[in-house]
């Protein structure tokens, strides 16, 4: 079966990897996050340090590439992809995905 893009943003940080996507509505959602999730959040802070670090890979609603998300995910080396505008409604906890950080891209 063909990877369908549902998810599209700026490319933050270089890499492709999939994982479970674990959506956070704010830094008390962190303890949701197992090792390997994907993050999913309207945007990051340094109160997601637990979470963030469990990632595999980040995904915001909102940011640039000099934005929290996009500068934590190059400095922990996970791909992400910020500036979507609409992952937290489109993506559900435990939605199996690939995060392609080069193209900017979220697939099923």
Known sequence: MAEKIIVKGVPASPGRVRGRVKVLR??????KMREGDVLVA????????LGILRAAAIVTDHGGIL???AIVAREIGVPGVVGTGNATE????????TVDGDRGWVLT
């Open 26 to 31: 704010g830094p008390a959602d962190v303890d």
């Open 67 to 69: 934005s929290h998300p």
């Open 90 to 97: 489109l993506l559900r906890d435990d939605m199996e995905v």
């Open 42 to 49: 309207a945007e990051t802070t340094p109160e997601y340090t």
